[in-house]
């Protein structure tokens, strides 16, 4: 009895060994088409990957990227602290701003949501480039990662549905700055689509191509790929809508802001073209679809857009030139900041065709912290692309500007809450935010600075690439290791911005706009905070028609009895809702409630201040923890 008890024990246990592997295998098959259940009550991060500079491997296991009520305190110290706290911002500001149904940030206007697109893209590559794998084996690393996969092809399909959810009809007749968001953030998706297929869907692909054949089927590649034509139509297509801002008439060159309005040639525009031109030069994959027509032979042959190469030298001259002109127009005033733009003294073209001095004379003072930082990541492009180091050499030059205009230097002293030009007590701040009177506009601004700056700080590439005519450069070892250890320097600066950031986050973990307000976490001192000692509020240098929107005077508008209606991206930028009790309150900021936040003024939380938190995040967790 005891014989058969034992063979029959092992005959079930030898079955069950068959059935597990069998099983193994099924779900091993399965897997490469078919991605995981996302299970919303258990997203943790697995295991850290190789590259993560810490002793420590298992720092990143299991942590909890969602909270129920008040955020959970974290001073950001830790890099595990940082990552999940950046897979926090971004899941919020999917899951409360985000309507799948829409394809759409339904608060957003057209270029802020282009912008939010960006965001998105650019966060889930850092994702990918944190989740590399850690084994060599197949069967290992499918387990490993298909919650991280799952938890990326979940943000995938909602950058996915954005492209059919986008205004792209709208934005073709606004300003050029508009059109502009849209290249950026398109390219920007087709660089995460490409680095995530070449980090975790390469390796393993060719090894099952020969299995793959045998039943007819074609699984090379991250399936994402599909999505490539058409991102990059939409680039190529606003990039040449864009381009005819380009007018060498008048300044001798550079783009013009709005071609509704008089001519106005700001900061912004010039440099969002720079970066737009050198990322086509560099990224785009070329375009043979002839639409807005079906087909090459759905209309007459003037009106098909004639197939775009990739890689193509326009692009390049186009950057380089658009620099050349930024650099010596005189926009930078005396802390080395870009002001926002020229206009042209005497010009009436919209009244007898005058073009009154044809030069760039009248210089709006304004200083927006945007316009300090889109420059950065065409500057890191033109370094790949023409191998001068000039080019970093003024980004690192910029960013040394913007960090001692935000009172580095006197932060802990009496004098930390003077305005210091982009900012107090070295935290960056837009001049609206202590006044709860920003727009739209000026909600996105810090954001797309700090977006910038970590595309302008990631590591030099040790290789270049080379594709027929085209060829991109790699860093020497004292150039990387220059540029690195510059990067890293700013460190403590983005740690005390992030740390900033994260303590306006509300208890549904939605992030405020003013980082640097003074007193903070406590308001119960009953005093104004804007009236304690030494606080200066920001210079009304300039026209601040980002957030007050566009003047009704000759000098902006071609014809003063315009209507603001007829201007598209006019009428988005006029709006500032205040939702105070009084005019004496918007602008106030009294702490007798501890439960009342100053970021709860004017337009609030918004999508636009979320993305704020999530690019600042961003920064710390790339440049300052992620890079060796």
């Known amino acids: 009895m005891g014989a058969r008890s034992w063979g029959y024990n092992l005959v079930l246990g030898i079955c069950a060994l068959l059935i597990s592997l069998g099983t193994v295998l099924l779900l091993h098959r399965s897997t490469r088409s078919y991605p995981a259940i996302f299970d919303h009550g258990s997203r943790y991060l697995p295991d850290v990957p190789s590259r993560y500079p810490s002793t420590d491997q298992s720092i990143l296991m299991e942590i909890p990227l969602i909270t129920e009520g008040e955020p959970t305190v974290n001073d950001l110290s830790e890099p595990s602290d940082t990552f999940a706290a950046l897979l926090q911002a971004l899941d919020v500001m999917q899951s409360h701003y985000y309507t799948i149904w829409q394809g759409q940030w339904p608060g957003a206007i057209d270029w802020t949501a282009a912008v939010m697109g960006t965001q998105v893209s650019a966060t889930l590559a850092a994702m990918t480039e944190t989740w590399q794998p850690s084994s060599t084996s197949r069967h290992a690393y499918k387990l490993q990662y298909q919650k991280r996969e799952n938890l990326i092809n979940r943000y995938f399909t909602q950058i996915t549905s954005f492209y059919f959810g986008e205004n792209a009809f709208s934005l073709r007749t606004q300003a050029y700055d508009d059109m502009l968001w849209v290249v950026l953030g398109w390219l920007e998706s087709i660089k995460f689509i490409n680095l995530h297929s070449n980090l975790h869907h390469s390796s393993w692909d060719n090894a099952e191509e020969s299995t793959d054949k045998a039943s007819g089927s074609n699984c090379t590649g991250w399936y994402a790929h599909q999505f490539i034509p058409q991102f990059a139509h939409r680039a190529r297509l606003f990039y040449d809508l864009a381009s005819k801002g380009w007018d060498t008439s008048l300044c001798g060159g550079g783009m013009t802001w709005n071609p509704h309005l008089a001519p106005y040639k700001n900061a912004i525009t010039n440099q969002l073209y720079i970066s737009a031109s050198i990322s086509m030069y560099l990224y785009f994959p070329g375009d043979r679809n002839a639409s807005p027509f079906s087909s090459m032979h759905s209309a007459r042959p003037e009106t098909v857009m ?210 640097g307000i003074p007193g903070r976490p406590s308001y119960s001192d009953e005093c104004d905070v804007t009236q304690r000692d030494g606080f200066e509020l920001p210079s009304d240098e300039g026209t601040d028609y980002r957030n007050e929107g566009v003047p009704v005077d000759s000098l902006w508008r071609r014809s003063i009895s315009d209507d603001l209606s007829t201007t598209a991206t006019t009428t988005t930028r006029m709006t500032t809702t205040t939702t105070t009790a009084g005019e004496n309150d918007k602008n106030r900021i009294t702490s007798t409630d501890t439960s009342w936040d100053p970021n709860d003024r004017g337009r609030g939380r918004t999508v636009e201040t979320q993305s704020g938190g999530l690019a600042i995040l961003r920064a710390l967790w790339k440049v300052v923890h992620l890079e060796p």
């Open 306 to 515: 004639p197939p775009a190469k990739a890689h193509d030298p326009q692009y390049l001259e186009n950057a380089v030139e658009a620099y050349q002109w930024l650099k010596t127009s005189g926009m930078t005033n005396r802390r080395g900041l870009y002001t926002d733009g020229f206009h042209i003294r005497g010009w009436k073209g919209g009244e007898n065709g005058s073009t009154g001095t044809g030069r760039c004379d009248l210089r709006d003072e304004k200083v927006y912290t945007y316009n300090q930082g889109v420059v950065l990541s065409g500057l890191r492009g033109l370094w790949e692309a023409t191998g001068s180091k000039g080019y970093l050499e003024d980004g690192h030059q910029l960013i040394r500007n913007v960090i001692a205009a935000t009172g580095w230097d006197t932060r802990g002293t009496r004098w930390q809450w003077q305005w210091s030009g982009l900012g107090r007590n070295g935290v960056m701040e837009e001049a609206c935010d202590s006044t709860g009177t920003c727009s739209q506009d000026g909600h996105t601004f810090k954001g797309i600075f700090f977006h910038h700056f970590t595309l302008f700080c990631a590591s030099l590439p040790k290789t270049g690439r080379s594709e027929g005519h085209f060829k991109s450069f790699a860093a020497g070892e004292h150039l990387l290791t220059w540029h690195h250890i510059t990067c890293k320097g700013y460190g403590p600066w983005i740690r005390h911005n992030a740390q900033a950031a994260y303590m306006t986050r509300d208890a549904e973990g939605e992030f405020g706009t003013w980082w």
